[in-house]
């Protein structure tokens, strides 16, 4: 059975802080990997990985795969409040309808 | 670009009514688009795969006949809850992929909570 899942599942950290967020996966016919974030509403798209060993970059978030040990992982650097959501990971397959698989979140909490 | 809506954002229902969302990606094509459900702190759940133009493909467990879904164009896709319980109260999301872009990358709607009372 595919399974995706994300650590730790709570964080709470202070402004300025550095975070990172786990997601190990065990999933057949592996295609990519993405993480979303997640306030009150909808998902919001963040990055796409499908190569091991790049870094992907957007401001202070980055995100780095590693298909030999089947986990990614979600860097934040100096956190502000306005980073406090639930972080999804979720796994794509090559086969079937390209469904995703989602990990069960990780809720970050960012105190001023 | 890569919107897409959802109606209602928030619907409250009888128990043993039934009740539609609406999903349409605005400013793209979706030939497949996905519905989820999410219970409070829980991840999305993926209930069913619906392609434009054919039946939905269902998750095992989720009833077909409960949850009725129609993509009978490539911008809309329904959900409708039949004969809705308590139970059933949840809070709904969609996806599309966009067809000319060919990749995993899928585009959240902004969600659907339906209360059954």
């Known amino acids: 059975e595919d399974k995706v899942v994300q650590s730790p599942l709570s964080l709470v950290v202070h402004e300025g802080d550095t975070v990172t967020l786990n997601c190990s996966y065990e999933?057949?016919?592996?295609?990519?990997l993405l993480w979303y974030k997640q306030e009150k509403k909808a998902p919001t798209f963040l990055f796409m990985l499908?190569?091991?060993?790049i870094e992907k970059k957007s401001g202070r978030l980055s995100s780095i795969l590693d298909k030999k040990e089947l986990f990614s992982i979600l860097n934040i650097t100096a956190t502000q409040t306005g980073d406090s959501a639930i972080y999804l990971c979720a796994v794509g397959r090559i086969q079937g309808a390209q469904k995703l698989v989602f990990g069960q979140g990780t809720r970050l909490t960012i105190n001023p | 670009g890569a919107v897409v809506s959802q109606h209602p954002s928030r619907v409250i229902c009888k128990s043993g009514t039934s009740v539609k969302i609406e999903c349409r990606s605005l400013d793209f094509q979706a030939t497949t688009m996905f519905w989820y459900r999410q219970f409070p702190k829980q991840s999305l759940m993926l209930m069913a795969t619906s392609n434009e133009g054919s039946k939905a493909t269902y998750e095992q467990g989720v009833e077909k006949d409960k949850f009725l879904i129609n993509h009978a164009s490539l911008t809309l896709s329904t959900l409708t809850v039949t004969s809705a319980h308590p139970e059933d109260s949840s809070f709904y999301i969609c996806?599309?992929?966009?067809?000319?872009?060919?990749?995993?990358?899928?585009?959240f709607g902004p969600g659907t909570r339906l209360t059954v009372t």
């Open positions: 499908t190569s091991s060993g």
């Open positions: 999933v057949t016919n592996f295609r990519s």
């Open positions: 996806s599309a992929r966009d067809r000319d872009r060919g990749t995993y990358e899928q585009y």
